[in-house]
């Protein structure tokens, strides 16, 4: 199985809140939130309207989990960036791992990576793999690995295909560099989380159109290890110091 695969294997499974007996402007401010999500958001009432404004979630037809609206609104933020601490998610939110976020521009994936990036470098440790598409695109980044793979413990790999010369770096970055489509198209940052389940997480996605892109981020332990075993089985290593 390959990485784009993987993401539609992902894009497969449709969840669908379905938001019952509330008004419509909440029907909405849900749906907009969540616009940019493989999500269908649908408004329906109960024969005695009770209970009152309460979300369900549902994947391909199977009840996943149950909500108040109001907690899920709370606890969403205005922003649609994804956020990768889901120990502050409700009961909605924490199902949405492993859905398709379906038209992120480069700021958002910018976002969603430096997340990850970051709870590699408050664990110092473990390995980080991350996808830059193309070298040069690697270079505008080398500050920011440079200093991850300075970091303590921590093992970091950066892979991309030849459109430019390799960096030069003078740190323990691990650079693969790759002439497969796979790589060219696929953005992904992946953390092993030191081999602590919970510490592990990933984003992974693919351009579709230009500069826009689709995937999904995830916090499940056995996907992550399965891209990373993806990474370091499928690739091998042209480095340059």
Same mark, same amino acid.
């Given at each position: 199985?390959?990485?784009?695969?993987?993401?539609a294997?992902?894009?497969?499974?449709?969840?669908?809140?379905?938001?019952?007996?509330?008004?419509?402007?909440?029907?909405?401010?849900?749906?907009?939130?969540?616009?940019?999500?493989n999500?269908?958001?649908?408004?329906?009432?109960t024969?005695?309207?009770?209970?009152?404004?309460?979300?369900?979630?549902a994947?391909?037809?199977r009840?996943?989990?149950?909500?108040?609206?109001?907690?899920?609104?709370? $606890?969403?933020?205005?922003? $649609?960036?994804p956020?990768f601490?889901? +120990?502050?998610? @409700?009961?909605?939110?924490?199902?949405?791992?492993?859905?398709?976020?379906?038209?992120?521009?480069?700021?958002?994936?910018?976002?969603?990576?430096?997340e990850?990036?970051?709870?590699?470098?408050?664990?110092?440790?473990?390995?980080?793999h991350?996808?830059?598409? +193309?070298? @040069?695109?690697?270079?505008?980044?080398?500050?920011?690995?440079?200093?991850?793979?300075?970091?303590?413990?921590?093992d970091?790999h950066?892979?991309?295909?030849?459109?430019?010369?390799?960096?030069?770096?003078?740190?323990?970055?691990?650079?693969?560099v790759?002439?497969?489509?796979?790589?060219?198209?696929?953005?992904?940052?992946a953390?092993?989380?030191?081999?602590?389940?919970?510490?592990?997480?990933?984003?992974?996605?693919?351009?579709?159109?230009?500069?826009?892109?689709?995937?999904?981020?995830?916090?499940?332990?056995?996907?992550?290890?399965?891209?990373?075993d993806?990474?370091?089985?499928?690739?091998?290593?042209?480095?340059?110091?």
């Open positions: 199985m390959s990485l784009t695969e993987l993401i294997g992902v894009e497969d499974h449709e969840k669908t809140l379905t938001v019952f007996n509330a008004d419509a402007e909440r029907v909405e401010a849900l749906r907009a939130q969540f616009r940019d999500r999500l269908t958001v649908t408004g329906e009432r024969p005695s309207g009770k209970p009152d404004s309460f979300a369900v979630l994947e391909d037809g009840f996943v989990t149950a909500a108040d609206v109001t907690e899920v609104l709370e $606890t969403t933020s205005a922003e $649609t960036e956020e601490d889901d +120990r502050a998610y @409700s009961p909605i939110l924490d199902h949405l791992d492993e859905t398709m976020f379906t038209s992120y521009a480069i700021g958002q994936m910018v976002a969603a990576s430096r990850i990036e970051d709870r590699a470098w408050r664990v110092g440790k473990g390995a980080l991350s996808g830059f598409q +193309r070298l @040069s695109i690697l270079e505008d980044q080398m500050d920011v690995y440079g200093r991850l793979a300075g970091k303590g413990d921590l970091v950066a892979y991309a295909y030849p459109d430019a010369d390799v960096p030069a770096h003078d740190t323990d970055l691990t650079i693969h790759e002439r497969t489509d796979e790589i060219e198209r696929s953005w992904f940052v953390y092993d989380g030191a081999g602590i389940d919970v510490n592990k997480c990933a984003l992974l996605a693919e351009e579709r159109e230009s500069r826009t892109f689709y995937g999904f981020w995830t916090y499940d332990p056995s996907t992550v290890d399965w891209i990373i993806h990474l370091e089985s499928t690739y091998g290593l042209v480095e340059s110091q």
